[in-house]
């Protein structure tokens, strides 16, 4: 037997002791990694193709207006553990995810009599710290923080293709070339992580609900999505890159890197990077499709709460920058689909809500999906309970924020709405604000123009009300204050006991 197999075979081997009420809902949580919210046919792109996730939009919901608050891996990954908005996370930029949280969805899920799986990236510290999940199988890319880690992918891989690298594609992980997958398809993390998945529901036999997690480490680069995929798009009217003129003073590239973070490389490289990327999205939504496809199978589908949604966007060189850790749009939103069971929500399906909603929303989602109460004060809310409400007390706004990232420039505070939004950069005290509705590409600065100074105070006024609580240096004297200085975590940043 191989340790597939056998591993396989153990999730089938139940009832466990912990198994309880049958009628509650399996919960299934998958995650693409830095997808843009508007790389979806659901959500009206002209040219990616998405037909498995517009499935999950047309039998369920699509959030038009979905955002990562701290727009970068880890930060997103906190907020998605405990529910909680970046101030009370303590993840105010990129940093570590914090060993343990008061209060963590998969051990929240685990106590109430769930089993608990996560396939594909978790990015946490240390890296098999399973924070409530009953088995892993990682997929970490090449990340490894000490000489003896080995991902589950990378440990498959050699068993599957001793000998070969890879990494063979030569792309790096934040690297804004595009190529196609040089090795046999069926290596690629973005299949295997497919495959372990569609495993997992074909073997599951036991008696107690399940939740899964679907980690995919695609879109993000290397965008290396199979030679199929970026044929795909080879002859497809790619969208240029969006650049307002506010954006010139990006234009500079910060290095000679592949792994710049700013710099206009031209329209060409911006459509090679681009087809590389959609590539990989597709591929991603192939592996939706079969996981579908395996729950409806086993009967599954209309028993299980599917949620996919993603950390983070991608800037894929719209005003000429790149990677993620921005408060612009392909940055911060992200997609947000939702399907549910007969009786969960009374919403048509096919719903889009323009509410703004956050990844904080997902932990008090899978509470209430699986009838779990708890005493611990969350700072996000029920998608359910929206889809059920035709958003009746939902929250006006979004916070947004970010740390320095790759430059003391980038460091900002942002609210929005979907309508509008309003940014604080804390190097300099340099104030933006984009009418999303007439300009979701965010062409166009309002922040200058005589005719939007009301709508800026009153956005602004939302900021400094926002951040009071923080007191110095967010607020001082009344107003916003420039800090040009990192702030990495707030005061409630779980510390490491001292041993």
Known sequence: MTRRSFFFAGLAAGPSKAAQRRDRPNLLMIMGDQHRGDCLGAAGHPVVRTPNLDRLAREGALFRNAYSSTPTCTPARSALLTGLAPWHHGMLGYGRVAQKYPFEKPQALRDAGFHTFAVGKNHFHPQRHPHGYEHVMLDESGRAESPEFRSDYRSWFHSEAPGEDPDATGIGWNDYRAKAYVLPERLHPTRWTGDVAVRFLESYNRSEPFFLKVSFARPHSPYDPPERFFRMYENAAIPRPAAGAWAARNETRNDGSFNIWRGNLGEEQARHSRKGYYGSVSFVDEQVGRILDTL????????????????HGDMTGDHHLWRKGYAYEPAARIP????????????????????????????????????????????????????????????????????????????WNALT?????????ALDGAEQLFDLTRDRQELRDLSGE?????????????????????????VRGGGLAPRPESTLYSPHYPRPSAA
């Open 450 to 474: 005589a005719g939007a100074q009301e709508t800026l105070r009153l956005w602004r006024g939302r900021l400094i009300q926002h951040l009071a609580g923080r007191g110095e240096p967010f």
């Open 336 to 411: 947000m689909l939702m399907r549910w069971p007969e009786g969960l929500a009374t919403a048509r399906r096919g719903t889009v809500f323009q509410q703004p909603v956050e990844l904080r929303d997902v932990l008090p989602t899978l509470l209430d999906a699986a009838s779990i109460r708890t005493e611990r004060r969350l700072d996000g809310a029920s998608l359910l309970r929206l889809a059920s409400s035709n958003g009746s007390g939902w929250r006006e706004f979004i916070d947004l924020e970010h740390d320095i990232c790759y430059d003391r420039s980038n460091h």
């Open 417 to 425: 709405d979907g309508r509008w939004k309003y940014i604080y950069h």
């Open 296 to 311: 409806e199978k086993r009967g599954l589908l209309d028993r299980t709460l599917i949620l996919y949604f993603s950390d």
